[in-house]
C-alpha cells in the first residue's frame, strides 16, 4: 500500500514538474518572441528616426547653402553697386559740379540751348529762364547783352535760390520746362557710363 501511494506521488510530481516545465519553456518562448518583436520595433523606429534626422540634415544643409549663396548674391551686388557708385561720383559728380559752377561753362551751354529754341530761320519766342541766385552778379550783363537780344519780347529771367547750379528754361506760355541742373546732367552722364563701368569692372557685356 504504501509503495502505492509513494508511486502515485512521484507520478504526480513528474506529471506537475513535465507540466511546470511545458508552460515555463512556452513563457520562455513567449517572452522571446515578444523580446523580438520589441527589438524589431525598436531597430524599426531607430531606423526611422534616424532616417527623419537624415533627411532633416539634407534639408537644413541644402537650406543653408541657398542661403548663404542667396545672401553672397546679395551683398556682392551691394558691393557692385557701392563701388560703381562711388567711382561715378569721382568720375561725373565733382567734374559736373564743378563745371556747373563755372560761369564761363554756364555761359555756354545757356547760349546754345536758348539757340536751340530760337534758330535763326525762326521769328525768336519768348522764353522763361531760371537760374540760380549765387550767379545773378556773374551773369547779368550777359543776360542783358547777349541772352535777351535773341530771346522773343516777353522773355522772363529769375534768380532761384533754391537752384544750386546749372539753370531751368522752357517756352514763355509755361507749357513745360527743361531742368538742366548738375543733378540732371549727372544722371545723364552716369547713365550712359554705367554700362561701360560695369563692363570694365565686372567684365559684364
Known sequence: ???????????????GLSKGKHEAEEMK????????????????QAGEILEKARRESTELQE???????MASGQLFTSVKQKLEQVILTKAV??????AMDNTEFMKSVLMSIISAFNPKSSQPSPLNIILPEKMQSDLDS???NDILSI???GTTVIFDKRINTGFKIGPGDGGYVLSFTDKDFEEIISEFLRPKTRKILFEES
Not at 518562448?29 to 524599426?44: F, L
Request: aromatic letters at 4%; charged letters at 40%; one cysteine or more.
Open 1 to 15: 500500500m504504501e509503495n502505492k501511494l509513494q508511486a502515485l506521488t512521484d507520478k504526480l510530481y513528474e506529471e
Open 63 to 69: 537650406k543653408t547653402a541657398s542661403d548663404i549663396k
Open 142 to 144: 550777359f543776360l542783358k
Open 151 to 153: 530771346c522773343g519780347k
Open 93 to 98: 559728380k565733382e567734374p559736373v559740379a564743378a
Open 29 to 44: 518562448a513567449q517572452a522571446e518572441k515578444e523580446a523580438d518583436k520589441i527589438i524589431s520595433d525598436a531597430k524599426k
